[in-house]
């Protein structure tokens, strides 16, 4: 099960895994609701703090009924906030049920719903919109195509700059997309940003570099260079991210850089002994003048070199490497808490099996010798079932 809490912009519900195995309803809806009180570490909650050992009860029957200790004194928003937080959680105990917070026996009042009885689907639109359907691009000798093999208008659809990754995202303040591409030799590389039909322009980020990825919804783009992570602003102006783990340090060379949906999360690939990447996942804390990756923990086992990930969903990621052992290479899935790690195989996938991108809900792409393919009904084809030559394919952010 998932208990939602908040990114810290609180405009996205970003789902924390949980494991039960209780099924009856009221049992479900009494333990979701324990889960949901305690404080998160490092994502937001606008539940009223529940001193420790006071007993949240749920009463489950045609309405869920939830008695929450200070639920009447929050104001309006948090009010908002918390019906959100409580719908989508206990949603998971009784699909579609009606719900009602009350304080002390006396319901609560939601103002944006106007009335005490809700359900989750009054919140879900808002703060889990349904996923996009972006079109995919790929790199070839240089320059960027769509999906149906079409070159980029302007110097991105030519080789003038000799492009080796790209990342293409929707900008919150022009129409046309930004872009964000690596060029030159990998020990060396440069990063440009620019926008779409336009000239890309240098940035100070040089080295060893990860492909780039623009953070959802701020006109922002992260990139690993060597050990140090950076973000830069649409005009190529770069800050560093200061990395920490749970426990322990995070070194080696950041080899991918990919976010979750909501933006509140990021998984990096990172090498470790021998050079062999592991996949990390962290969460994203943004001051006024500076952001962070805290709370990093590795979820890809000891025995696999992971080479990149993408976000499939809120919850699931996949990753594409190599059985150390065996040297067999695969896609992985993988729960964002690191359980059910599981080997796909390859499939009918060529050798040199390197990049994989994901747009929520929209089939994974991957590149393998220099040649791109989609998932299609249980395997892999190339874009228009016909071999399609490319590297790094991308789905807009």
């Known amino acids: 099960k998932s208990i939602y809490f908040f990114a810290q912009t609180e405009q996205r519900l970003v789902p924390d895994p949980r494991y039960t195995s209780l099924t009856d309803s009221g049992l479900l809806a009494n333990w979701l609701m324990t889960q949901l009180v305690v404080q998160p570490n490092s ?24 008695d929450l200790p200070g639920a009447s004194q929050l104001n309006a928003n948090t009010k908002n906030l918390m019906a959100a937080q409580v719908a989508l959680t206990l949603d998971q105990a009784d699909r579609n049920a009606r719900m009602r917070i009350t304080d002390g026996g006396q319901p609560v009042v939601i103002p944006q719903i106007g009335a005490a009885t809700f359900d989750a689907d009054q919140f879900r639109p808002e703060y889990i919109p ?46 046309r997309l930004l872009v964000a591409g690596t060029t030159g030799p990998s020990e060396n590389a440069k990063l440009l940003v620019g926008q779409a039909g336009a ?46 783990a749970r426990t322990g340090a995070v070194t080696g060379r950041i080899m991918s850089v990919r976010f979750s949906p909501e933006g509140a999360r990021a998984a990096l690939v990172i090498a470790g002994a021998g050079g062999r990447g592991q996949l990390w996942i962290g969460t994203i804390l943004r001051a006024p003048t500076s952001v962070r990756v805290t709370g990093l923990y590795p979820i890809s086992p000891v025995g696999v070199a992971v080479t990149d990930a993408a976000w499939n969903d809120q919850s699931l990621l996949l990753a594409v490497g190599r059985d150390i052992s065996s040297g067999d290479p695969s896609v992985y899935e993988v729960h964002g808490d690191g359980s059910l790690w ?25 590149s393998a010798g220099g040649t791109v393919w989609v998932q299609s009904n249980g395997t892999w084809t190339g874009l228009g079932n016909g071999t399609t030559n490319g590297s790094n394919p991308v789905y807009v952010e």
């Open 43 to 66: 994502l937001s909650t606008a539940l009223p703090n529940v001193p420790s050992g006071t007993p949240v009860k749920v009463t489950t029957g045609s309405t869920i009924v939830v």
């Open 130 to 175: 349904p996923p996009r359907s972006p079109n995919l691009y790929y790199v070839d000798q240089g320059a960027v195509y769509d999906h149906s093999g079409k070159p980029l208008p302007g110097p991105l659809g030519s080789d003038s700059n000799n492009l080796t990754s790209v990342a293409l995202a929707a900008s919150a303040s022009s129409s």
């Open 199 to 244: 000239t890309l322009h240098p940035t100070p980020v040089t080295g060893q570099l990860s492909r780039p990825a623009w953070a959802p919804d701020v006109d922002e783009v992260w990139i690993g260079a060597g050990d140090r992570l950076f973000r830069l602003n649409d005009q190529g102006r770069a800050a560093t991210v200061p990395i920490t």
């Open 342 to 366: 599981t080997s796909l195989g390859i499939g009918n996938l060529p050798p040199g099996l390197d990049s994989i991108t994901v747009a929520e809900g929209t089939v994974a792409a991957v």
